[in-house]
């Protein structure tokens, strides 16, 4: 989160935005059924690849943002990420694991495991490495960026050996798959590069650009090509095609993390609220509206066409949890609401000065 003393960038709330739309339409997939069209299966695996490459993208955004924050204290820094991001994650697990056992017949070890390992759902990996790598980033903060993005390429390097190794040999048993998608060696090469691009804009050639776009159809042509060869598509996030393209995904966006505009378009403003609101999002949308409402409420084989399956668990794991951020931001105090992963209804600023201009003892909040 950006600081008092910087302005917010619109850009990063757009990119944001985006990616959070990605990822609820990634977790609203299923394997096509065998009686698909080709045309949905197809689409819906391309949809797939892609919302996996936009997870990057937060990791990014992530350590950019850290590296602003950069001067604060250790101490400051890290009761602001606890305030922020671990409580809220902490609160939102305990509602997914409850929805879980009561619904789904989670037994109560594996609900512990996965409480202490936030595994609530299986999406809750993100904290876990953001928070790792918040703790490893916080002794190196005031490094300069040539040093930052060394190590982010050293950790790129080391992220794809990891992805071929899991590709060729993935875990057999559940925590060591719970524990290949929390590597650090798998995400910490985005989040460092980020932190290095705080330290200075980047400034591609026009012809790079291109030839980045170029690479990444090569990409998705060659994760298609793999699955007719192997019979089977890559699992999500380790193919290496998968992670090639989140690096030329996120070295794409690099050059827009340095706003100028004072605004973001018109146009991209409901993209740019998502962006704002994106964790909250992302904390409510699988346990309540994909975990709950599609899964334990509503019958899987309720609608007979598949894209219509999709995009009725899509539109329930978006607009609900847009519904709720909006209900949460209007009733809720800040206070209670910064450790649920809200906002919550603004402060009115206690007046100074004189006896005339002191404020009510009951302080109005803005709706």
Not at 6 to 21: C, E, F, K, N, Q
Not at 107 to 130: I, P, S, T
Not at 180 to 208: C, E, I, K, N
Request: charged share 15%; glycine share 8%.
């Amino acid at each position: 989160m950006a600081t008092n003393a910087s302005p917010r960038l619109w850009t990063l709330d757009v990119i944001r935005g985006g990616a959070i739309v990605m990822v609820v339409l990634m977790h609203a997939y299923f394997d096509p059924p065998w009686w698909a069209p080709a045309s949905q299966a197809y689409a819906a695996r391309l949809v797939y690849f892609l919302g996996h490459t936009v997870v990057p993208l937060f990791f990014l955004i992530s350590g950019f943002l850290f590296a602003r924050e950069g001067h604060l204290p250790a101490r400051s820094l890290v009761r602001r990420k606890a305030a922020v991001i671990l409580v809220p994650a902490l609160l939102w697990s305990v509602i997914a694991i409850a929805i879980r056992v009561h619904s789904l017949g989670l037994d109560a070890r594996q609900a512990a495991v996965d409480f202490l390992l936030l595994n609530a759902g299986g999406q809750f990996f993100y904290v876990f490495v953001l928070l790792v790598l918040f703790a490893a980033a916080l002794p190196l903060r005031h490094w300069d960026a040539r040093r930052f993005a060394r190590l982010a390429l050293a950790c790129g390097a080391a992220g794809l050996l990891r992805t071929l190794a899991l590709e060729r040999s993935w875990p057999a048993s559940d925590l060591g798959a719970i524990a290949a998608y929390r590597d650090p060696l798998l995400w910490g090469g985005y989040f460092f590069a980020g932190m290095a691009a705080a330290r200075g804009t980047l400034r591609l050639p026009r012809a790079t650009v291109f030839l980045a776009a170029a690479a990444g159809v090569v990409c998705i042509a060659a994760w298609f090509a793999r699955a007719h060869t192997d019979g089977a598509y890559a699992n999500s996030y380790f193919s290496p095609f998968v992670y090639l393209f989140g690096w030329l995904l996120a070295l794409s966006v690099i050059p827009l993390l340095h706003a100028r505009a004072a605004a973001a378009p018109l146009a991209l403003r409901p993209v740019e609220w998502l962006g704002r609101h994106s964790f909250a999002i992302f904390l409510a949308h699988v346990p309540l509206f994909i975990g709950l409402v599609t899964d334990a409420w509503y019958a899987d084989t309720a609608l007979g066409n598949y894209a219509a399956r999709v995009l009725f668990r899509f539109a329930t794991g978006l607009l609900g949890p847009v519904a709720l951020v909006l209900l949460a931001n209007r009733v809720l105090p800040a206070g209670v609401a910064r450790y649920a992963g809200f906002t919550g209804r603004p402060r009115i600023p206690r007046a100074t000065g004189g006896r005339g201009n002191a404020a009510p003892s009951r302080r109005p909040r803005a709706a």
